[in-house]
């Protein structure tokens, strides 16, 4: 009784401990993922002030 108690206590862990692996791994790709979109918008935003400096660079040498 004492060895099938300690079996299933054994196999109650082990598919706890899986649980929190895929858990951890679903957290992880949702980092990623938001990490990704994140660095997505500041290239895009770096992209947009770099035009608009060369936008002004080109206007003040216009006036020269």
């Known amino acids: 009784m004492v060895e099938t ?3 299933t206590m054994s196999q109650t862990l ?6 929190l692996q895929q858990r951890i791994g679903q957290m ?3 980092y990623e993922t938001k990490l990704a979109v994140m660095k997505a918008q500041a290239t895009e ?3 947009a002030r770099d035009k608009k400096i060369i936008e002004l660079e080109a206007k003040l040498d216009g006036e020269n």
């Not at 082990?14 to 649980?19: A, F, H, S």
Request: hydrophobic fraction near 35%; charged fraction near 35%; avoid cysteine.
């Open 45 to 47: 935003q770096i992209q």
């Open 28 to 30: 992880t790709s949702d």
């Open 14 to 19: 082990e598919l706890i401990v899986q649980e």
């Open 5 to 7: 108690e300690r079996i």
